[in-house]
């Protein structure tokens, strides 16, 4: 099972965009984002929705609840 991290890479892979991208397109930090792509770092709630809706999954799927 992937861990949040190595989810979060895939799916920002899958979309072809760059971590700066991806920062600019969410409204947060490039830092905050790699730290999480390397499991360095805790994600906030709010966060998380933010990042289910960029990706169109669920929560639960970024979180390994759910496959």
Do not use: H, P
């Not at 989810?7 to 920002?12: A, E, G, H, P, S």
């Not at 991806?22 to 490039?30: E, H, P, S, T």
């Amino acid at each position: 099972m992937s861990n949040f991290g190595e989810k979060l890479r895939d799916l920002r892979i899958d979309k072809g965009v760059s971590i700066q991208k991806m920062a600019k397109d969410i409204g947060i930090g490039a830092t905050s984002i790699c730290r999480w792509e390397n499991n360095q770092s805790d994600i906030r709630c709010n966060q998380l929705i933010i990042l289910s809706k960029y990706f169109n999954v669920t929560v639960d799927y970024l979180l390994g609840l759910e496959d």
